[in-house]
């Protein structure tokens, strides 16, 4: 069974820090189905970043994507107060990862 | 702009079948690449992603409830439904319908993600 498995499951950070999310597959994967999407309550979910790297529309490039193979990373660089949210990701429209949580510290 | 709109009863009893229509506008279902997904969200959980149709009628559906879902599309009328049979109180969730767009080449779908979604229909299963 393909799972993609998220760390850490809740990052306590502060505004203005760096935020890394971590998105790991039980299989090697092509990076060009791997998106990030960002879930606040109440809310739609958001694109953020598609084909592991590449930010969607409007998106703010404090936003970034990286990684191939098995490893995925997301990273907000300097988080301001909108981005406390949780964060998935997702690969061929399909499997979701469980989400981590970015909390206000 | 592609928006998305979920539809449907917000309650249904144990043993009931949901059906939920997800009606699309800036985008047409037969334009190629284009895909429409169902993705739920229980109460304090993770999305959990749950069928997929896409713009040639080739459909998926979640390993784990493949033998009660149902996903249909009607390109006239831009809409897409999914059933779910035989409702028990752990389907209680937020359904969404997301747009998915994909990228065709050389015949294949060579990227894929979801860059729209619906604002989400809450279904509660009660007796």
């Known amino acids: 069974e393909f799972v993609l498995t998220q760390s850490p499951g809740t990052l306590s950070l502060s505004p203005g820090e760096r935020a890394t999310l971590s998105c790991r597959a039980s299989q090697s994967v092509s990076s060009s189905y791997l998106a990030w999407y960002q879930h606040k309550s109440g809310q739609a979910p958001r694109l953020l970043i598609y084909g592991a790297s590449s930010r969607a529309t409007g998106i703010p490039d404090r936003f970034s994507g990286s990684g191939s193979g098995t490893d995925f990373t997301l990273t907000i660089s300097r988080l301001e107060p909108e981005d406390f949210a949780v964060y998935y990701c997702?690969?061929?429209?399909?499997?979701f990862g469980q989400g981590t949580k970015l909390e206000i510290k | 702009q592609i928006t998305l709109k979920e539809s449907g009863p917000t309650l249904v009893k144990p043993t009931q079948t949901l059906t939920l229509t997800c009606t699309l506008s800036?985008?047409?279902?037969?334009?190629?690449?284009?895909?429409v997904g169902w993705i739920r969200q229980p109460p304090g959980k993770a999305l959990e992603w749950l069928a997929l149709?896409?713009?040639?009628?080739?459909?998926r559906y979640s390993p784990s409830l493949r033998s009660r879902l149902t996903i249909t599309k009607d390109t006239s009328k831009n809409q897409v439904v999914l059933t779910l049979t035989s409702m028990e109180l752990v389907d209680t969730a937020t359904y969404y319908c997301a747009h998915g767009h994909g990228v065709v080449a050389d015949g294949y779908l060579s990227k894929f993600w979801f860059d729209a979604w619906g604002q989400g229909a809450l279904v509660i299963v009660s007796s």
């Open positions: 997702q690969y061929y429209g399909r499997t």
């Open positions: 149709v896409y713009w040639d009628d080739d459909k």
């Open positions: 800036g985008v047409s279902l037969s334009t190629i690449g284009v895909a």
